[in-house]
Structure formats: C-alpha cells, structure tokens
C-alpha cells in the first residue's frame, strides 16, 4: 500500500486546513487510518485514527474538538479537517494504514506510512 499526503501548508493561528492522503495498491475499505505528527525535535506522536469497519473515530486531547478525521472509501483517501489551528499545532503530519482491527494510538500499530506533509501555523 502506498500512501500519498497533502494539503499542508502555511497558515495564520485561528486558521484552518484539512489534509487529505490518497492510498493505492490495497483494499483501502480494509484499512484502518491514522494521522500522527512530529514537530522540530519531537518525537512522533499520535493525532487521530478511524476504524475501517464502523468509522469509530478517537482523537487525542490536544486536538478534540478541533480536528475531525474522516474517510472516502470511494476515493480511497483520508482527510483531517483541522481547524482553529495553533502556533504548537506545527509539525510534518503524516498518515498511516493498517490491517487490523480496531483504532491503533500508538506508531508500532500501523503497517503503512506517508511520505508527511508539512503544516506550520504562525502567531
């Protein structure tokens, strides 16, 4: 499965954008789907995850409320609708797959990575 990125960009703090990542060479509606991001000297760190098989969705707290992940199987893409974005917000922000079952939080749960797209929010 390769997973492709995008919509990152430059943004004013209060602002918004929604990335989007295109999957191909699998069966996209069997996938469960995550965004993490890692900012300057970070480690990667969760965002949000949506299951493929009833569309659950968990979010950490930093960003409910904010953030909202969603998925187009017809598309075979997974978008994060972010909005009232924050300075601490900036980061590369990468999107990942996997088989299993369920939502996976954590890096090592996810089988597929995006090349990351990067989003910086100014004060």
């Known amino acids: 499965v390769q997973l492709q990125a995008s919509g990152g960009g430059l943004v004013q703090a209060g602002g918004s954008l929604r990335l989007s990542c295109a999957a191909s060479?699998?069966?996209?509606?069997?996938?469960?789907m995550g965004w993490f991001r890692q900012a300057p000297g970070k480690e990667r760190e969760f965002v949000t995850a949506?299951?493929?098989?009833?569309?659950?969705?968990y979010y950490a707290d930093s960003v409910k409320g904010r953030f909202t992940i969603s998925r187009d199987n017809g598309l075979n893409t997974v978008y994060l609708q972010m909005n009232s974005l924050k300075p601490e917000d900036t980061a590369v922000y990468y999107c990942?797959?996997?088989?299993?079952?369920?939502?996976?939080?954590?890096?090592?749960?996810?089988?597929?990575w995006g090349q990351g797209t990067q989003v910086t929010v100014s004060s």
């Open positions: 949506i299951s493929w098989s009833d569309y659950s969705t």
């Open positions: 990942a797959a996997r088989r299993r079952a369920g939502l996976g939080l954590k890096e090592s749960g996810y089988d597929y």
């Open positions: 060479g699998g069966t996209f509606s069997s996938y469960g």
